[in-house]
C-alpha cells in the first residue's frame, strides 16, 4: 500500500498525472506569455522605427546582433505561443476526433514554417540580405 | 439503433453576458487574430528578405484604408491580449483572484489596451513616411 503510494507522489512530481503528459502544455504556455511580454513591445518598437522607410531601415535595424537576436528571439517564442494556443482552442471546440487530429497537426507544422521562416528571414536581412 | 434527440443542459448563449465571460472569449477571439497577423508579419520578413517587388506590393495593401484598419484591430487584439495576458499571469500565481478584483483589472485591462492602441497609433502616425 505505502509502495504504491509513493509511486503515484513520485508520478505527480515528474508531472505525470493520468492525463501522462503533465503540466508541460500549460507551463511553456506561460515561459512564452512571459518572455513575449517583453519581446513584443519591442517588435512593436521595430515596427514604429522602420514604419513607411521601406526595407533598407529594417537592413540598417537588424544589422545590429542585439536588434537581430531580439527579432529572432520574438519570432521564435511568437510561433511557439501561437502553437500552444491554437492547440488549446482545437482541443476544445473541435470534438470529431479526426478534424482535431488533422487541426493539430496543421497547427503544429505551420507553427514550425512560420518560426523557421521568420527566423531565417530576420537572418538574412541582418546579414546584408539580396542586392 | 433510433436516433434521438436528448434535451440538452442550457449552454452559455443563455447566460447574460458579463465582463468576465467576453473578456474571456475575447482572450482567444484576439489569439486567433494576432495568430493571422503573425503569420502576415512573417509573410512581410520574408518578402523583405527575398527582395523582390512583392515587398512593396504588400506594404502598399498594408498602406491602404482597408490595410490600415486591419494594423488598427491587431494593434487593439495585441494590447489586449498583451494586458489580459498579464492579468493572466497575476492569477497564475494566485493574485487578484477575488471577484471584485477580477473587475477591477478587468476594467484595467479595456481602459488600457484602448489607451495604448490610441498611443501607437498617433506615434505610427507621427512618423516619417506614414501619414
Redesign the interface.
Same mark, same amino acid.
Given at each position: 500500500m505505502a509502495g504504491s503510494d509513493d509511486r503515484a507522489v513520485l508520478r505527480r512530481a515528474r508531472g505525470l498525472g493520468s492525463a501522462k503528459s503533465g503540466v508541460r502544455h500549460w507551463w511553456w504556455q506561460?515561459v512564452t506569455? /512571459?518572455a513575449? +511580454?517583453p519581446l513584443?513591445v519591442w517588435m512593436?518598437v521595430l515596427l @514604429?522605427?522602420t514604419?513607411?522607410?521601406?526595407?533598407r531601415a529594417?537592413m540598417v535595424w537588424l544589422g545590429n546582433p542585439a536588434v537581430s537576436v531580439l527579432t529572432v528571439m520574438f +519570432?521564435v517564442m511568437?510561433?511557439w505561443h501561437?502553437v500552444l494556443? @491554437?492547440t488549446v482552442?482545437a482541443e476544445d471546440y473541435l470534438h470529431h476526433e479526426g478534424v482535431k487530429f488533422a487541426a493539430i497537426t496543421l497547427i503544429q507544422v505551420?507553427g514550425v514554417i /512560420?518560426g523557421v521562416?521568420?527566423v531565417?528571414? +530576420?537572418l538574412?536581412?541582418a546579414l546584408g540580405?539580396?542586392? | 439503433m433510433t436516433e434521438r434527440t436528448r434535451p440538452r443542459s442550457p449552454h452559455v448563449q443563455i447566460y447574460r453576458p458579463q465582463l468576465t465571460s467576453v473578456l474571456s472569449f475575447t482572450h482567444?477571439l484576439s489569439?486567433?487574430a494576432?495568430?493571422v497577423g503573425?503569420?502576415i508579419?512573417?509573410v512581410w !520578413? !520574408?518578402l523583405?528578405?527575398?527582395?523582390g517587388s512583392a515587398?512593396g506590393g504588400l506594404?502598399a495593401a498594408l498602406?491602404s484604408w482597408f490595410g490600415r484598419l486591419l494594423l488598427f484591430l491587431w494593434t487593439f487584439a495585441?494590447f489586449f491580449h498583451?494586458c489580459n495576458?498579464?492579468r493572466?499571469?497575476f492569477w497564475?500565481a494566485v493574485l487578484g483572484f477575488e471577484l471584485a478584483n477580477i473587475y477591477r483589472s478587468g476594467w484595467l485591462v479595456v481602459v488600457a489596451s484602448t489607451v495604448l492602441t490610441v498611443l501607437?497609433w498617433v506615434?505610427?502616425m507621427s512618423?516619417?513616411?506614414?501619414a
Open positions: 506561460r506569455a /512571459v513575449l +511580454v513584443t512593436l @514604429l522605427a514604419a513607411g522607410e521601406g526595407r529594417l +519570432v511568437m510561433a501561437m494556443g @491554437l482552442i505551420g /512560420v521562416a521568420g531565417i528571414s +530576420v538574412w536581412l540580405g539580396t542586392q | 482567444r489569439g486567433i494576432l495568430s503573425g503569420v508579419l512573417v !520578413l !520574408l523583405a528578405a527575398a527582395g515587398f506594404n498602406g495585441l498583451l495576458g498579464i493572466h499571469l497564475d501607437t506615434i505610427a512618423m516619417p513616411g506614414v
